[in-house]
């Protein structure tokens, strides 16, 4: 599967965006697919994720009630809603992933083979 993240900018805080995560090549229902991000001078971080039976969502605590991560099977494509965003939001995002992640171990980058490019988002004060 091939994925493609798009929709980062720059926003002031207290603002929204919503990234998307585009995959070809492979139905993306197959899979479990997660947001991660990375800030400058910091490892990537676990943000959410979707499962692939029953779409069943989780979240980092850093972000949970203000992001939301969702899937649309027809577009073939994972949303990530960010709402009330902060400065320290501020990272790029990137998606991955991956047809065998376990509950388990979901929050780790290295289960997941594939990865999008990354989208810049940036949060002012």
């Known amino acids: 599967v091939q994925l493609q993240a798009s929709g980062g900018g720059l926003v002031q805080a207290g603002g929204s965006l919503r990234l998307s995560c585009a995959a070809s090549?492979?139905?993306?229902?197959?899979?479990?697919v997660a947001w991660f991000r990375q800030a400058p001078g910091k490892e990537r971080e676990y943000v959410a994720s979707v499962f692939r039976s029953g779409g069943r969502t989780y979240y980092a605590d850093s972000v949970k009630g203000r992001f939301a991560i969702s899937r649309d099977n027809a577009k073939n494509t994972v949303y990530l809603q960010m709402n009330s965003l902060k400065p320290e939001d501020t990272a790029v995002y990137y998606c991955?992933?991956?047809?065998?992640?376990?509950?388990?171990?979901?929050?780790?980058?290295?289960?997941?083979?594939?990865w999008g490019q990354g989208t810049l988002v940036t949060v002012s004060s």
């Open positions: 991955a992933a991956d047809p065998s992640v376990i509950f388990s171990s979901q929050a780790m980058a290295a289960q997941y083979d594939y």
């Open positions: 090549g492979r139905t993306v229902s197959s899979y479990v």
